[in-house]
């Protein structure tokens, strides 16, 4: 079976997040109709220049 699904550039992750939090993430998908995905990579590079900065 093939793990990857298909995915050349991007690898799955598993994790827990509040639910207010994936609550709204879902809203500001559907609003902006940006996947997810693309949302969460834009919130965890600005996290890892955050800290990348100190």
Same mark, same amino acid.
């Given at each position: 079976?093939? #793990?990857?699904?298909?995915?050349? $550039? %991007?690898? @799955?992750? &598993?994790?827990?997040?509040?639910?207010? !939090?994936?609550?709204?993430? #879902?809203?500001?998908?559907?609003? $902006? %109709?940006? @996947?997810? &995905?693309?949302?969460?990579?834009?919130? !965890?590079?600005?996290?890892? #220049?955050?800290?990348?900065?100190?």
């Amino acid at each position: 079976m093939d #793990k990857s699904r298909g995915l050349k $550039t %991007r690898k @799955p992750l &598993s994790n827990a997040v509040k639910i207010e !939090l994936a609550e709204q993430l #879902k809203e500001l998908s559907e609003r $902006t %109709r940006i @996947p997810m &995905s693309k949302l969460l990579d834009e919130a !965890l590079e600005d996290l890892i #220049k955050k800290y990348k900065q100190e």
